[in-house]
């Protein structure tokens, strides 16, 4: 076992080991401190001793017994208060009882916890990307539109709110999830969102998060298949069918009409189209449902001239009444002006844009630019282009913005 192992199991399961120890040791900081001296204590010794037949119950069963180490240290300042006795004896019972066994799944228990109606719901989704995902606080406060502070307070506040009201690290009953259920969508297609498309940064994904959200998407569904759960699944693979097809041999990005289909994943598609299937037959969908209903439609084209632009338009306008945002309206212009023409989508874009919505989405500025270039109006085309591109995060969408101003420079020396 060398360093570079240690580090891909850190990357892999880091937050497995993590989720377990704060079930466990009932403290997110403890948890966290414990899950550093675990990994710590891999790099020193699994070298020589070699890598444990399971490491993530190691690395949890080594954490348990540092916190224990770690609160006795502290017990000799504090004349061992009798929280702290508790706790420690806590701890060590689970210890005995939990050392022979296989470590639960504790992810999905924690994004319950994190989502318990008790907590703010401007906490939850947060609290849950950081503790549970691992995601940092500026890459959360990035997807926010808020600054490291103020969200590393919102963390702060969730974790007190789950210690101070002794929120138990469960699953709840089952009587109990459906009023559960919506937060907890809501976090699972964040993580992966921001998997599958990073808010910032050289790289366009980031597959550790979506395949964790897949994961975690897919003990939802074994847990409770309820419709909402089955559509977001669907939709998350059916977008996942497409990754290798989103970038090129250099990187850049291959936008839906460009994308070889052939190298789209079928197992996925096909799962996902059957999920849907289920979703829709119960009469109890939602919006998960019918986005996941459009990405289908999209999958069915062999090539894009063949896609069923009719449809898409019909299920967006469904998709308004069950979820009517700004964004939703964006995507419903561009499937608009792939069947009635791009100055049809160019005005219901512009429409949005004159309420002063969306003015800081570098993709409804890229679209209507797009939509001006193919009208042959380049000075305004490449306006928006500029506007999109001092909004985009990530290189790779910086990139294809900056090769589409070139491309429109050297159209109008021509």
Not at 27 to 48: G, S
Not at 286 to 312: F, L, R
Not at 388 to 413: G, H, M, V
């Amino acid at each position: 076992m060398n360093p570079v192992e240690v580090e891909e199991i850190y990357r892999k399961d880091s937050r497995k080991v993590f989720a377990s120890l704060v079930r466990l040791l009932g403290d997110f900081d403890l948890a966290e401190e414990a899950t550093h001296e675990a990994f710590v204590a891999a790099v020193e010794q699994w070298p020589q001793s070699g890598t444990p037949a399971k490491p993530v119950s190691w690395l949890v069963s080594t954490g348990r017994f540092k916190a224990v180490d770690m609160m006795r240290r502290r017990s000799r300042f504090n004349h061992l208060h009798p929280d702290l006795v508790r706790r420690l004896a806590d701890i060590e019972d689970a210890n005995q009882s939990l050392a022979q066994q296989e470590i639960e799944d504790d992810r999905l228990r924690l994004i319950f916890t994190c989502c318990h109606p008790a907590i703010d719901p401007k906490v939850q989704v947060p609290l849950t990307l950081r503790e549970v995902c691992g995601l940092t606080t500026e890459e959360i406060a990035r997807a926010f539109l808020t600054t490291p502070p103020t969200m590393a307070q919102r963390i702060v506040r969730g974790k007190a709110k789950i210690r101070d009201a002794r929120i138990p690290y469960v699953i709840p009953a089952l009587a109990d999830l459906p009023e559960r259920l919506d937060p907890v969508l809501s976090v699972i297609y964040l993580v992966f969102n921001e998997g599958y498309s990073a808010s910032s940064g050289d790289s366009l994904t980031r597959v550790d998060l979506s395949d964790e959200a897949i994961r975690l998407a897919r003990l939802l569904v074994d847990l409770l298949p309820d419709p909402e759960a089955m559509g977001l699944l669907a939709l998350m693979l059916l977008h996942e069918s497409r990754r290798t097809a989103r970038l090129n041999a250099a990187g850049d990005i291959v936008l839906l009409e460009e994308q070889d289909r052939a190298i789209w994943n079928q197992d996925l598609i096909a799962e996902g189209k059957h999920l849907v299937e289920q979703s829709l037959r119960s009469r109890r969908f939602g919006a998960y449902t019918i986005q996941a209903a459009i990405s289908a439609v999209h999958a069915e084209a062999k090539v894009a001239s063949e896609t069923d632009w009719a449809q898409i338009v019909a299920l967006y306008d469904v998709l308004l009444r069950a979820d009517s945002s700004p964004v939703v309206e964006l995507n419903r212009a561009v499937a608009i002006a792939m069947r009635d023409g791009v100055a049809t989508g160019l005005e219901i874009i512009d429409t949005i844009l004159s309420r002063g919505d969306l003015q800081d989405y570098y993709l409804a500025h890229s679209a209507r630019g797009e939509f001006l270039r193919r009208l042959g109006k380049l000075p305004e085309s490449k306006l928006a282009f500029e506007r999109a591109l001092s909004l985009a995060k990530q290189e790779p969408e910086q990139r294809f913005l900056r090769n589409k101003l070139a491309a429109i420079d050297t159209t109008r020396k021509e």
